[in-house]
């Protein structure tokens, strides 16, 4: 009751649990793409990546938003390409991509002042920092998200399953895989106030693993996906108000615990019976 309370009464802690609200929903709408198609570590570079695009924005005077932005999707496509036509060993491009964004935005960040404070809050993400203006942005993302997703669905689903298949049928599979990766990139920008650069594949995964223990269909691992992302954010931001937690850390650890007892649940019950 005491969060219930604070909530009537803080407009923070209300823009608080909106952004994670719609986070939840970006990636929800996403994660089981990226479960689907093992696009996990992919999905890591690409965030990392993000730091040194909001780095150089702080650093020219924009919005660490716009940055962060356009880092990411740069991050897919560069990826993505590399991957598809320079056949050059994906794990190698990831890392290089990964180490190169980190390394940037230490550097862009350690030229502004008071670099410490910024750099441990787009790592770790502040929750309870988000404004009205993040929302819009959010939303937007969001808006954006659910546009595609509407316009393309079909498709995408088509390339994430049997490529080849979607191939013979006149699909450009190289377009779809690279739309897919931006789409992972618009929910990683969702992702970074909410939970931080470095934990923003949890967020992005556990939800949609639980998901695919439960359903086979991907619109109804969407929809679980989102409803658990939403819990989960949900209960981590009340758990971290009442012991003045880390509200990031909190949600992860929700979500991870869940992934857990599931997989627990999963195994127990295809054990053969003596």
Not at 28 to 47: C, D, K, Q, S, T
Not at 81 to 92: A, I, Q
Request: aromatic share 8%.
């Amino acid at each position: 009751m005491g969060f219930l309370e604070a909530l009537g009464q803080y407009p923070f802690l209300q823009y608080a649990l909106a952004g994670g609200l719609l986070a939840s929903l970006g990636c929800g709408l996403i994660g089981p793409f990226v479960v689907v198609r093992r696009l996990g570590y992919m999905a890591g570079g690409i965030a990392h990546s993000v730091l040194g695009g909001m780095g150089a924005a702080l650093l020219l005077g924009a919005g660490p938003f716009t940055g962060a932005l356009v880092a990411a999707i740069a991050a897919a496509l560069a990826i993505g390409l590399v991957k598809l036509h320079l056949r050059h060993d994906e794990d190698t491009v990831i890392g290089a991509v990964w180490a190169v964004g980190m390394a940037a935005g230490i550097l862009f960040i350690s030229r502004l002042p008071g670099y410490n404070i910024d750099l441990i809050a787009y790592l770790f993400g502040n929750v309870l920092m988000v404004s009205p203006a993040d929302l819009v942005r959010m939303a937007s993302l969001d808006g954006v998200i659910l546009l595609v997703l509407v316009l393309s669905f079909d498709r995408l689903v088509a390339v994430a399953f049997d490529p080849e298949f979607a191939r013979l049928r006149g699909v450009p599979v190289d377009a779809y895989y690279l739309l897919t990766l931006c789409l992972v990139a618009l929910s990683v920008v969702l992702l970074v106030r909410v939970v931080g650069l470095i934990l923003v594949i949890a967020l992005l995964t556990l939800p949609a693993a639980i998901a695919r223990q439960i359903h086979v269909s991907l619109r109804a691992m969407m929809a679980t996906s989102c409803l658990l992302g939403a819990l989960f954010t949900t209960t981590g931001l009340a758990l971290a108000y009442h012991r003045d937690w880390p509200a990031g850390a909190t949600i992860i650890l929700l979500a991870g615990l869940a992934y857990l007892l599931v997989v627990a649940a999963g195994a127990l019950r295809r054990r053969p019976a003596r």
